[in-house]
């Protein structure tokens, strides 16, 4: 009876699918009482790239737009406005189920565990909690991908890793998407060098980029601080006593994967993968030859180095003594020169979406090539992937529609313009607290951090002059306004894939995920008042 108590609980929690529909008609119905307002833009060049940002004092009010069957119509148009990203889950689930195939995804979770037990006999270690480690380790390398080069969309790829490894160390999917994902948006949040946001939000206030980095870097440290606080005392919970996991019964397909990997496997070194070793071997040769040096951006600064020649001969010397142990290890070299070069490319060569997706395809078709696959096998286990994580590409499409509707309605500049005026009356930490508040307002319905600060910055920065406060704390204020709900918002197009390939309903995250932005939210708040009443290097 109790079973069915809770059977029947979990089916009254609202499909994703009806919550993001629903936001969508709630927008539509909002461009029928909002009046249509509109600024004027100026192409403006920031960091070498032109960009389209407004005009101070040059709001007007247009003709109203009002959205009635569009809202349906707006669903195509969010498909189409996000198809990079659904491709790209649909890219990343077809060749990670290539790879999954081959077992050596859990062989190498098999041989973390073991020798993560080992790591148990120091007491130093044991007393501390190995598995602490090892989450702190994870987290905070992926909070520094996201304050160094605003890692975000990237995360996708890395919860098929680790979503199955933190249910293989005995805690929920959600523990799996906060080692990378979260990790990656605390980074993001507190960014020091995020070329997509502060240096954007610098640029168009026209202060130097990336200064005012030290106290950024205060900020970064205290923010995940508090949030691998919150996480690790979560995961501690869920070790103790599983069940009480909002995700519990949905990780059963999960645990179901890490049963069906216990099986025998066979283990082996067929011809297939030193020719794939040969073949790579050669292509990278060529590459190393065509970009002998990679100028690799830093923030403001960049250095040089023969990134892709270390990286390339590397892979060849030690995928040469792994083939001769076991083809897994090789293909579990392939995945992680893929990170790799991943980190390379998006530093080094400005990679975004399209490049990022093709390499990991590529790496999928080699890893089936180097098992020993067939074109037809091959194939057969890309569209079981792509069908397997088809839903999370769907759900990123709707979220799309949301934004269409919007902007069609013609209510975002309204908007923006309401909440902006109300700043004028208020003194300097009532001030930024406002900004905050404006940017944590408009992320929730336009996540993209480069377009908002087009949209925003221009105006802030004004906004700043005229009550007595430095731009670089309107720029602060965007910063933490852009972040923490990007963790939770239904429009973004990152998160939604998260959760997709998660397997996790957007309901059970926002109700895990609420607390802890409540309480960064207001971290963010608290860190945002020394930018107004303390001489700080920079501002």
């Not at 009046?35 to 004027?40: K, R």
């Not at 077992?103 to 041989?111: C, L, R």
Request: glycine fraction near 8%; aromatic fraction near 12%; hydrophobic fraction near 50%.
């Amino acid at each position: 009876m109790n079973k069915n108590k809770l059977l029947k609980k979990d089916r009254q929690f609202p499909h994703t699918y009806v919550i993001v529909f629903a936001i969508v008609v709630i927008c539509g119905i909002l461009t029928w009482i909002v009046p249509g307002g509109s600024f004027e833009r100026e192409t403006v060049v920031v960091d070498g790239i032109a960009r389209q940002v407004v005009k101070s004092d040059s709001f007007h009010y247009v003709e109203n737009t009002p959205q009635t069957w569009q809202i349906f119509s707006a669903i195509f148009d969010g498909f189409v406005d996000k198809a990079d990203i659904i491709v790209f889950i649909l890219l990343i689930g077809g060749a990670f189920w290539i790879l999954n195939q081959t077992k050596s995804i859990d062989i190498g979770i098999e041989y973390f565990l073991k020798s993560s037990k080992k790591l148990e006999k120091n007491r130093l270690l044991k007393k501390i909690g190995v598995n602490n480690i090892i989450l702190v380790s994870i987290m905070l390398m992926f909070s520094l991908f996201g304050a160094i080069f605003g890692m975000s969309e990237e995360t996708i790829a890395f919860i098929i890793i680790f979503v199955p490894l933190a249910v293989s160390m005995g805690y929920d999917s959600i523990v799996g998407v906060n080692l990378c994902f979260v990790a990656a948006g605390l980074g993001f949040t507190g960014a020091v060098l995020n070329p997509f946001t502060i240096g954007i939000a610098q640029g168009l206030s026209n202060i130097p980029l990336f200064s005012g980095a030290e106290y950024r870097m205060f900020c970064w440290l205290i923010i995940n601080i508090v949030g691998f606080t919150y996480i690790l005392i979560y995961a501690s919970r869920v070790k103790k006593n599983p069940k009480i996991s909002p995700t519990y019964s949905d990780d059963e397909h999960w645990r179901e994967l890490a049963k069906n990997s216990d099986e025998q496997i066979t283990k082996q070194t067929p011809k297939s993968a030193w020719y794939t070793l040969a073949f790579v071997a050669i292509a990278l040769g060529i590459y190393s030859f065509k970009f002998p040096i990679t100028n690799m951006s830093v923030g403001n600064s960049g250095f040089e180095f023969a990134f892709i020649p270390v990286l390339s001969v590397l892979f060849v010397v030690s995928s040469f003594f792994l083939l001769r142990k076991n083809v897994h290890f090789f293909i579990l070299n392939i995945l992680l020169f893929t990170i790799l070069f991943l980190i390379v490319g998006v530093m080094g060569y400005h990679w975004y979406i399209t490049e990022i997706a093709t390499l990991f395809f590529v790496m999928g078709l080699l890893s089936g090539i180097a098992f020993g696959y067939t074109p037809n096998t091959i194939t057969k286990h890309f569209l079981n992937g792509v069908k397997d994580i088809l839903s999370a590409g769907l759900i990123v499409g709707l979220a799309g529609g949301i934004i269409i509707i919007l902007q069609n309605g013609q209510i975002i500049d309204t908007i923006l313009y309401a909440v902006s005026s109300s700043m004028q009356e208020a003194g300097k930490v009532a001030s930024v607290s406002i900004m905050y508040l404006i940017q944590t307002g408009i992320n929730l319905i336009m996540p993209s951090g480069s377009a908002k600060a087009a949209l925003t910055m221009p105006i802030m920065s004004q906004f700043s002059d005229l009550v007595g406060i430095s731009r670089q704390a309107s720029v602060m204020a965007f910063q933490f306004g852009d972040g923490f709900t990007n963790m939770i918002t239904p429009t973004s197009g990152v998160l939604m894939g998260v959760l997709g390939v998660a397997r996790i309903q957007y309901v059970k995250w926002f109700k895990w995920v609420l607390p802890l932005i409540l309480i960064l939210f207001v971290l963010g708040l608290l860190l945002l008042i020394p930018t107004v009443t303390m001489d700080l290097k920079g501002f």
